[in-house]
């Protein structure tokens, strides 16, 4: 656990201390006015911790998406490649018109390496007549590309969110760092005011 998460935890739990305290004292008009400022603080904290909960998963859910389109793109690509292979080997031109690299390298180096091959496979399979053992791999070769690419971007996307929403937690460290200062200047003034000891605001900030 990270250190900016425990000071995030830390802050939330003395948060709740002081709004549960003050809120123990329901007719006291003065606690009252101060659980609610700092009840807000705690909305605002679940709003991000909701917010988090939900990137997190698309961040999961683009990974995943990922290793299938990477897992379908290698058994794609093995297959074309095999049919490639039966109607010559591997230093045929054929061969090294589809894969200027060997296949199972490209496949080894995973599904940012394979993108581009496949769209190259493609262009060259739209782009003459070719035997039907090769063509009858197009449909698989470019639906394993749309998932690729598709995965990749909402990859990209889902970490530049969950990025963000790291500062707006940063923030929300410094604003309930804020009201618990505040609040407790505030109970000093009361208990100034009613001739209470440091041990009543003591019972109030944990």
Do not use: C
């Not at 400022?37 to 997190?56: C, I, M, Y």
């Not at 296949?103 to 581009?116: K, N, Q, R």
């Amino acid at each position: 656990m990270s250190h900016h998460h425990t000071t995030a935890e830390h802050l939330r739990d003395a948060l709740v201390h002081a709004f549960e305290a003050l809120s123990a004292l329901p007719d006291d008009a003065a606690l009252a006015r101060l659980a609610g400022r700092v009840d807000a603080v705690l909305r605002d904290r679940e709003r991000l911790d909701a917010t988090a909960s939900t990137l997190r998963r698309a961040v999961i859910r683009s990974r995943a998406h990922a290793r299938v389109a990477d897992a379908t793109l290698d058994a794609a690509i093995a297959a074309f490649a095999a049919d490639v292979l039966a109607l010559g080997d591997a230093q045929s031109e054929l061969y090294k018109r589809f894969f200027p690299e060997p296949h199972d390298e490209v496949i080894a180096l995973g599904l940012e390496s394979e993108l581009p091959l496949v769209t190259l496979v493609l262009a060259h399979l739209g782009a003459q007549e070719l035997p039907a053992s090769l063509a009858r791999h197009a449909d698989a070769l470019r639906a394993g590309l749309r998932l690729g690419n598709a995965a990749l971007a909402n990859r990209s996307d889902a970490l530049a969110d969950l990025g963000r929403h790291g500062a707006r937690e940063e923030s929300w460290s410094e604003s309930a760092a804020s009201a618990l200062s505040s609040t407790r200047r505030s109970l000093e003034a009361l208990a100034r005011t009613r001739g209470l000891s440091s041990a009543w605001v003591a019972a109030f900030t944990s």
